[in-house]
T-cell receptor, first 116, second 113 residues
């Protein structure tokens, strides 16, 4: 019962370094998401992929890029990390069932990223 | 205006109390609605879906008012284990399929002895 798997769980980067956060789901969901969570700000949508082959910007896309590699995998890339990107990152997936009902989102365990 | 707005709290209540959380959303085309629970430093998990007719799951009751674009969660007989952050979630089902899930900032609940 893997669900949504995110790697890595923890990461420390220096300003200007790049990295890719990996996310994979085994539930055959068509929609996948990347959120960041900061104290007092809640979960903010960075990018989402409504279905395989599509990606769209969310609320806070600047400084990030994404790739929907296939139906299972959705990666998030930081090209040049900045201290403002210190956050907890969550990947999630959900399914569309015609009427958008019962579209429960399942989350990975999160990646705690610190940029120094 | 934020797409989904919640009172951040914290709500500090004694064990056994009834507590209500509110949430408003801005996009009238939103199709489905949920409450999620998030424990400290963990991932959010679905608490319950919210339907126009209202729905109940044990001590938890959720209501949706589409006309006012308002969602509520009522917790009766609060337990210490209810202490968590409660997230209001709105799904904008997209033309052609797919979802866009938007979260509120969450309301923190602390249940005390």
């Amino acid at each position: 019962n893997a669900g949504v798997t995110q790697t890595p769980k923890f990461q420390v980067l220096k300003t200007g370094q790049s990295m890719t956060l990996q996310c994979a789901q085994d539930m055959n969901h068509n929609s996948m998401y990347w959120y960041r969570q900061d104290p007092g700000m809640g979960l903010r949508l960075i990018y989402y992929s409504a279905s395989e082959g599509t990606t769209d910007k969310g609320e806070v896309p600047n400084g990030y890029n994404v790739s929907r590699l296939n139906k299972r995998e959705f990666s998030l890339r930081l090209e040049s990390a900045a201290p403002s990107q210190t956050s907890v990152y969550f990947c999630a997936s959900s399914n569309y069932l015609g009427q958008a009902l019962n579209t429960e989102a399942f989350f990975g365990q999160g990646t705690r990223l610190t940029v120094v | 205006r934020k797409e989904v707005e919640q009172d951040p709290g914290p709500f500090n209540v004694p064990e056994g109390a009834t507590v209500a959380f509110n949430c408003t959303y801005s996009n009238s085309a939103s199709q489905s609605f949920f409450w999620y629970r998030q424990d400290c430093r963990k991932e959010p998990k679905l608490l319950m879906s919210v339907y126009s007719s209202g729905n109940e799951d044990g001590r938890f009751t959720a209501q949706l008012n589409r006309a006012s674009q308002y969602i509520s969660l009522l917790i009766r007989d609060s337990k210490l284990s209810d202490s968590a952050t409660y997230l209001c979630v709105v799904n904008l089902g997209l033309t052609g399929g797919g979802n866009k899930l938007t979260f509120g900032t969450g309301t923190q609940l602390k249940v005390e002895l």
